[in-house]
């Protein structure tokens, strides 16, 4: 079985622009987080996603949004983007909902420079 | 104030040492991760756990609800262990991660 798989895997923007990142889950699996990672706050979550529905979100701006389709693959945007963005973009697939219940396996990231 | 902490911070140790990595939280949980990172940023997940303990292989992770603490420990440890592990709490609605312990084994 594929693996989780994010793209694009690097990305550079500038400040003010906007980016949307793609991650495509496990086959089968229906949940999929999102999470950032800087070398200041480490790891932070950003949502969930179950079922075309954000079930739980993290403490971010509403510049962060994402959405999940029917097949399960999910999309993050961020607009306006700001220097501090710039991190590695995770995204983690689940067999059900529920982070707290179910192993997550993560995809290899996507690196977000903003310049 | 953080929600996670975990210690040490940097752990280095000589391959075959047994390894403890401690997390402490604030927060009540429904479920506590704990994950390695190896250089590159690759994540995996170890073991999810609410209550009790769990072993998978050399390694063996342990809570204690009441005293809201966990433990990772890493038997026989080898150079391959080299990576950072973290943790993670989940209270019903959203992860609050540690920063995370780097562990190094030297041949």
């Known amino acids: 079985k594929a693996g989780v798989t994010q793209t694009p895997r690097y990305l550079i923007k500038t400040r003010g622009q906007q980016v949307t990142l793609s991650c495509s889950p496990i086959?089968?699996?229906?949940?999929v987080s999102w999470y950032q990672q800087t070398p200041g706050q480490g790891l932070q979550f950003l949502f969930e996603y179950f079922s075309e529905t954000q079930r739980n979100k993290g403490n971010f701006p509403g510049r962060f949004s994402g959405r999940q389709f029917s097949n399960s693959r999910s999309e993050m945007n961020v607009s306006t983007l700001e220097l501090g963005d710039s991190a590695l973009y995770l995204c983690?697939?689940?067999?059900?909902?529920?982070?707290?219940?179910?192993?997550?396996?993560f995809g290899p990231g996507t690196r977000l420079l903003v310049l | 104030k953080n929600e996670v902490e975990q210690s040490p911070q940097n752990l280095t140790a000589q391959e075959g040492e047994f390894i403890t990595i401690n997390c402490s939280y604030s927060v009540g949980i429904s479920a506590l991760h704990w994950l390695q990172q190896h250089p590159g940023g690759g994540i995996v997940s170890l073991f999810m756990l609410s209550s009790g303990k769990k072993k998978h292989g050399r390694l063996i992770a342990t809570i204690n609800i009441q005293e809201k603490h966990s433990s990772l420990h890493i038997t026989a440890s080898h150079p391959r262990d080299s990576a950072v592990y973290i943790c993670?709490?989940?209270?019903?609605?959203?992860?609050?991660f540690g920063t995370g312990t780097s562990l190094t084994v030297i041949p």
């Open positions: 086959s089968g699996h229906r949940s």
């Open positions: 983690a697939s689940s067999l059900r909902i529920g982070v707290s219940q179910e192993t997550q396996y």
């Open positions: 993670a709490a989940w209270p019903g609605n959203q992860f609050y």
